[in-house]
């Protein structure tokens, strides 16, 4: 679903307004950058809010992205960041381009079960994979929160 928001929100950024369609670092940048601003992230992600709540204006700075593990997957320029940040609707840069925030807040949501996905992966014979089924599981997963107890 997430996938699906990201793209839909790239072209309605790109339709019509004459800007390049996104493309390198800059597009695989975009899905774990709309992870982290989501609703369901923000709720429980405790570094994120944080940082934002330090700030008057509830700014998160660009330059800590450079920390983040999906993100040092991709890049250490600051540059593809920001110009995956700016095709994003979800959010906006300040104008220095140093910070950024969500356009909208985060809907509160009183059941934390009602926003979480749990997945159980249990007596899985993986006997004849061709590959390690971890890497499967891995790349399945990789913009979801881990949670406790996996097992490998």
Known sequence: IVGVEVDNQVRRKNGGSGKRKLKGK???????????????????DRFIISTMNKDPDGYFPVKLFLKFNKVKQVTSQIKDVIKAIKHLDLLELSPDEKKVRRKNPVIAE?????????????????????????TWLHRAFQYFRVFEGEHS
């Open 110 to 134: 009183k059941d934390v079960d009602a926003c979480s996905v749990y997945v159980v992966c249990e007596n899985i014979c993986f006997k004849y994979c061709l590959h390690d089924p971890r």
């Open 26 to 44: 800059a597009k695989r940048l975009v899905q774990p950058l709309s992870f982290y601003f989501s609703d369901a992230n923000l709720r429980k």
